[in-house]
């Protein structure tokens, strides 16, 4: 990471390293694998088998790298999941991997939300293929990650716990327990971490993860309801208390309540009668919920760590950053660093990148600032839920009724919860559009993000154009997947990223 894009008020950790492994490449029965110089157990190991984890190893895996993926659950031990809405950039995101058709035929998909009961977002006025919000249980997505990883040839390695890790200038080494109790070492070129906000990756290099709560004792439950409400989605509530709803579209319905005046520590015991108390103060009625799979009560914190790359070792996910869950933007924040994350390491390890250092920095440079971001966003909103005196509900009054009537205004914040309006600063000696989302383009060879499941960089010129690319796009010539524009009015030649940003134009 660069001295310039150093978060402010914090110190390099003492045990970054910055190192070039060199790469050979060898065929095996099961397809091309890039390996390292020397011998380690594998090129990449990833911590954490969630979502974030499970699509960074089926992308890696599909780039032809060798992946061990570890999770400390065994097989078939449910996680418990909270998380429920997959965004317009995320489903790009899957798009461009051949899983988003699948995944919202899971849900149900919401054109708009309300909240507060005055501000409707219009989602459908997003430039997006998925213009709206999808409505599914995380174990829908978990479950097509996996399966694509298992495809890829990731190795998958359940109830094993992280215990310790080293580096040095050429492999990490890292020390695990297995599922019999015994001691397990693992090398690797580059270990990602991606086990969450009690990382253990994020311990073992000492990391801080500064921060604390900002609400505590909500009351989270999948229930049926006897009578369908108002809003689909909608976040609604009184001076003391607040209930966020949505519906899975299959009969069942996401519930979140919160009470001022009962703030009790997550192990208290909680039913249904809590939330349906919660939810009959908020919107005047219970709307009939019965029949809970299951209840919960947890606390949100606002952290994020202040470095997301040390030496050979990453951190992704909850790992890196957490915060309030309106918005619903976790989940989909870390699928966007693995997107991110998964082609640089893919171009370093099979010897693409020109300059293979400043291609890893990027990883902090571009997505440190967008966990910043999402961090303030969901607070303001998670902080306007909760305003109870005059002056705090007369601000959200205030704001909500801005947002309903400047379009510009709520452009910009559907923009930046959707993903759809994040992008990166232009590479060194390029210029915008480079660092922004490229749309999904209709292009003679088909749309873009159907080009873009090869995992590869997509040059896009005119009919006959066959421009010089810069010498910094960390991509093989052989790899690259070259388009036509169908509009011959069309004269500039465009390179997009593996991720679908743009890397550079050629005017």
Same mark, same amino acid.
């Given at each position: 990471m660069s001295t310039a894009e150093t978060p402010? /008020?914090?110190t390099r950790p003492a045990s970054t390293t910055r190192a070039t492994a060199t790469t050979t490449t060898?065929?095996?029965? =099961? $397809?091309?694998?890039t390996t390292g110089t020397g011998p380690t157990d594998t090129q990449v190991l990833v911590i954490g088998a969630g979502p974030t984890g499970l699509l960074l190893a089926g992308d890696l895996a599909a780039a032809g790298l060798d992946v061990t993926l570890v999770e400390r659950r065994r097989p078939g031990l449910a996680n418990m999941t909270r998380a429920f809405g997959v965004h317009a950039r995320t489903l790009e995101q899957l798009d461009a991997r051949g899983l988003a058709d699948e995944?919202? #035929?899971? $849900?149900t998909t919401l054109g708009s939300a309300r909240l507060f009961g005055r501000l409707d977002l219009d989602l459908t006025r997003l430039p =997006?293929? @998925? /213009?709206?919000?999808?409505?599914?249980?995380?174990? %829908?997505? %978990?479950?097509l990650l996996e399966r694509r990883a298992e495809a890829a040839g990731v190795t998958f390695r359940h109830g094993t716990e992280l215990r310790d890790l080293r580096q040095d200038a050429d492999t990490v080494t890292a020390e695990f327990t297995d599922p019999e109790g015994a001691a397990l070492t693992l090398t690797a070129r580059h270990l990602v971490g991606t086990d969450g906000v009690r990382s253990a990756v994020r311990t073992a290099l000492g990391l801080p @993860?500064? $921060?604390g709560s900002v609400i505590r004792s909500l009351v989270l439950a999948d229930v049926r309801l006897a009578e369908e409400p108002a809003d689909s989605f909608s976040v609604s509530g009184s001076e003391d208390t607040f209930v966020f709803l949505a519906p899975f579209g299959d009969g069942w319905h996401r519930v979140m309540g919160w009470d001022r005046t009962r703030q009790l520590p997550d192990s208290e015991p909680v039913d249904l009668d809590e939330l349906r108390e919660i939810t009959r103060r908020a919107l005047g009625t219970d709307l009939g919920m019965h029949d809970p799979r299951w209840i919960s009560r947890f606390h949100s914190d606002e952290r994020q760590a202040p470095f997301y790359r040390v030496g050979r070792v990453f951190l992704a996910g909850d790992a890196a950053h957490v915060h309030s869950p309106a918005g619903g933007q976790g989940m989909n924040t870390g699928l966007q660093d693995a997107a991110n994350l998964s082609w640089k390491l893919a171009a370093v390890l099979r010897g693409d990148a020109p300059d293979p250092e400043a291609l890893l920095d990027s990883y902090q440079s571009e997505r440190h600032p967008v966990g910043a971001a999402v961090l303030r966003s969901s607070g303001a909103l998670v902080r306007l839920a909760m305003a109870h005196t005059p002056l705090t509900r007369a601000a959200r009054s205030l704001i909500t009724r801005l947002l309903g009537t400047l379009r510009p205004a709520s452009a910009r914040a559907m923009g930046m919860i959707s993903g759809i309006g994040i992008a990166y600063a232009p590479p060194a000696g390029s210029r915008r559009p480079a660092g922004r989302r490229a749309p999904d383009a209709r292009l003679r060879e088909g749309r873009l993000y159907e080009l873009l499941r090869a995992g590869e960089f997509v040059l896009i010129t005119p009919e006959g154009g066959d421009p010089t690319l810069p010498g /910094? #796009?960390?991509v093989a010539p052989e790899r690259l997947i070259r388009a036509t524009w169908t509009d011959p009015a069309r004269r500039t030649a465009v390179l997009v990223r593996p991720d679908g940003y743009v890397h550079w134009t050629s005017n």
């Open positions: 402010k /008020n914090t060898t065929t095996t029965t =099961s $397809g091309t694998r995944l919202v #035929a899971t $849900g =997006s293929r @998925f /213009n709206h919000l999808l409505v599914t249980p995380q174990y %829908e997505m %978990e479950r @993860f500064p $921060g /910094n #796009a960390p």
